[in-house]
């Protein structure tokens, strides 16, 4: 039984890298990426997506499928499984702080259970029997921007061989348990929100990953510490294949390595406060696809909205933020919350006043975050919390020392607009009528 078992443990080994990482490090094909290029230019004039928050139950289940021809037919491995299938059910078991990079951080607690199977028996190097996988995945995701900051799974292997025509449990085999770490520094920012389509950023970071657990049957792997380069970008807003209410405004976030080759996408839809599909396609010749299948939200009769009074805003400069809060669509007054600022250590408690609001000013600062980008210098979450509750509100402000406190101020009745039809160019106004057809070219001169 041995070399069958190995073989199984070398097929689970890729089901349990796919699924551990073909939610949040996806790999995308070149097909998608190109048919996405072509809807940059409409797509960019889109609303902006901010960061959603989470809250203690919201759970999302997913249904996962992982093809393996390709990998088999070039493996060596005398075997006709060709594919595994399973679940995966995603949920946010709590919410703390703890210490990121020497500042007081507030995080989610996710913890996720998946089961994958070979969908009955399979021949594996001349043995016949059932294939199957369990993993459970504890993670930890900055609250501010869904950053990620860990993420341990534990992952146990079985191998039930057939007897008279079907797969016995009371012959299992248990391959092997392994448990393996992934800890991100700085935190692994796969979406930088706000989200708008052509948004791209870089990131460098180092991933230590340390492994444990047990085996009669195969060699626990040696930990490792890897540099990393990554580049995402937003490239279209459209559906996802995969339909689900509410989902049809889904944005698709590719990724690529520091070679430009393809390292992932994921489809983040706003309805559901996250992805709604992600494909993993690894070159060594397997596809693994999780598509949501629902997306339970927890009951969420008191609620907290963060309002910015200038999401886009210059560096150092004191803005004013106002945290909303209320229960059951009314407001709610004398209530203390948290005010968290993290990137400049502003930690505050405010209370809300008679109308439900407490009005925070704060400095923006001038520290970049961790995703490199042309278009700001950095964009850092605003969190207001609840922590009798664990109830979260979030927004975002967006820092760029190119915009300049008189930007913010715009004079309305200094604005001129400038029509130009075929070779004739006037200027609008209320006697002509603020008017166009198609194939007009808009000018607008803003003082």
């Given at each position: 039984?041995?070399?069958?078992?190995?073989?199984?443990?070398?097929?689970?080994s890729i089901v349990i890298f796919s699924s551990f990482s073909g939610l949040f490090f996806e790999i995308g094909t070149d097909e998608?990426?190109?048919?996405?290029?072509?809807?940059?230019?409409?797509?960019?004039?889109?609303?902006?997506?901010?960061?959603?928050?989470?809250?203690?139950?919201?759970?999302?289940?997913?249904?996962?499928?992982?093809?393996?021809?390709?990998?088999?037919?070039?493996?060596?491995?005398?075997?006709?499984?060709?594919?595994?299938?399973?679940?995966?059910?995603?949920?946010?078991?709590?919410?703390?702080?703890?210490?990121?990079?020497?500042?007081?951080?507030?995080?989610?607690?996710?913890?996720?259970?998946?089961?994958?199977?070979?969908?009955?028996?399979?021949?594996?190097?001349?043995?016949?029997?059932?294939?199957?996988?369990?993993?459970?995945?504890?993670?930890?995701?900055?609250?501010?921007?869904?950053?990620?900051?860990?993420?341990?799974?534990?992952?146990?292997?079985?191998?039930?061989?057939?007897?008279?025509?079907?797969?016995?449990?009371?012959?299992?085999?248990?391959?092997?348990?392994?448990?393996?770490?992934?800890?991100?520094?700085?935190?692994?920012?796969?979406?930088?929100?706000?989200?708008?389509?052509?948004?791209?950023?870089?990131?460098?970071?180092?991933?230590?990953?340390?492994?444990?657990?047990?085996?009669?049957?195969?060699?626990?792997?040696?930990?490792?510490?890897?540099?990393?380069?990554?580049?995402?970008?937003?490239?279209?807003?459209?559906?996802?294949?995969?339909?689900?209410?509410?989902?049809?405004?889904?944005?698709?976030?590719?990724?690529?390595?520091?070679?430009?080759?393809?390292?992932?996408?994921?489809?983040?839809?706003?309805?559901?406060?996250?992805?709604?599909?992600?494909?993993?396609?690894?070159?060594?010749?397997?596809?693994?696809?999780?598509?949501?299948?629902?997306?339970?939200?927890?009951?969420?009769?008191?609620?907290?909205?963060?309002?910015?009074?200038?999401?886009?805003?210059?560096?150092?400069?004191?803005?004013?933020?106002?945290?909303?809060?209320?229960?059951?669509?009314?407001?709610?007054?004398?209530?203390?919350?948290?005010?968290?600022?993290?990137?400049?250590?502003?930690?505050?408690?405010?209370?809300?006043?008679?109308?439900?609001?407490?009005?925070?000013?704060?400095?923006?600062?001038?520290?970049?975050?961790?995703?490199?980008?042309?278009?700001?210098?950095?964009?850092?979450?605003?969190?207001?919390?609840?922590?009798?509750?664990?109830?979260?509100?979030?927004?975002?402000?967006?820092?760029?020392?190119?915009?300049?406190?008189?930007?913010?101020?715009?004079?309305?009745?200094?604005?001129?607009?400038?029509?130009?039809?075929?070779?004739?160019?006037?200027?609008?106004?209320?006697?002509?009528?603020?008017?166009?057809?198609?194939?007009?070219?808009?000018?607008?001169?803003?003082?």
């Open positions: 039984m041995n070399t069958p078992l190995r073989k199984s443990f070398l097929l689970a998608l990426r190109n048919d996405s290029l072509k809807w940059n230019g409409e797509a960019k004039t889109s609303s902006l997506v901010d960061v959603p928050s989470w809250k203690i139950n919201d759970i999302w289940n997913y249904n996962g499928n992982l093809d393996l021809v390709n990998y088999v037919a070039s493996s060596g491995i005398n075997t006709n499984l060709q594919s595994m299938s399973g679940t995966l059910q995603k949920t946010v078991t709590d919410i703390n702080t703890m210490t990121v990079d020497n500042k007081s951080t507030l995080v989610y607690n996710i913890q996720s259970h998946g089961e994958y199977d070979s969908g009955g028996a399979i021949s594996l190097e001349g043995t016949n029997g059932c294939l199957f996988v369990t993993m459970d995945t504890e993670e930890i995701i900055r609250v501010s921007d869904l950053a990620t900051i860990e993420q341990e799974a534990t992952f146990d292997l079985v191998f039930d061989p057939v007897l008279f025509g079907s797969c016995r449990t009371f012959l299992r085999q248990n391959v092997a348990e392994l448990i393996v770490l992934n800890e991100y520094s700085p935190p692994l920012e796969s979406y930088d929100f706000p989200l708008y389509v052509g948004d791209n950023w870089d990131e460098d970071f180092t991933q230590e990953t340390s492994y444990s657990g047990s085996s009669d049957y195969v060699t626990i792997p040696s930990d490792t510490v890897d540099s990393n380069s990554t580049n995402w970008e937003v490239m279209s807003q459209g559906f996802s294949g995969v339909g689900y209410s509410g989902c049809i405004p889904s944005y698709n976030i590719s990724s690529t390595n520091s070679d430009g080759e393809d390292t992932g996408y994921k489809w983040f839809c706003p309805a559901i406060r996250g992805d709604i599909k992600t494909e993993t396609i690894e070159g060594i010749g397997f596809t693994a696809i999780h598509s949501l299948s629902s997306y339970n939200a927890a009951n969420r009769p008191k609620q907290i909205d963060v309002e910015v009074e200038f999401p886009l805003s210059p560096i150092d400069m004191d803005i004013s933020a106002w945290v909303n809060v209320s229960q059951g669509g009314n407001p709610l007054s004398n209530q203390n919350v948290e005010f968290r600022y993290e990137i400049g250590g502003n930690i505050q408690t405010v209370t809300t006043a008679a109308n439900g609001s407490a009005h925070v000013i704060f400095n923006t600062g001038h520290a970049a975050d961790d995703s490199i980008t042309t278009n700001d210098l950095g964009s850092h979450g605003i969190v207001a919390w609840i922590p009798s509750e664990n109830l979260i509100g979030v927004a975002t402000v967006t820092i760029d020392p190119d915009i300049h406190e008189i930007d913010l101020i715009a004079h309305t009745d200094g604005v001129t607009v400038e029509r130009t039809r075929g070779i004739r160019t006037v200027s609008l106004n209320d006697d002509i009528g603020f008017n166009a057809i198609p194939g007009d070219i808009l000018t607008f001169s803003i003082p």
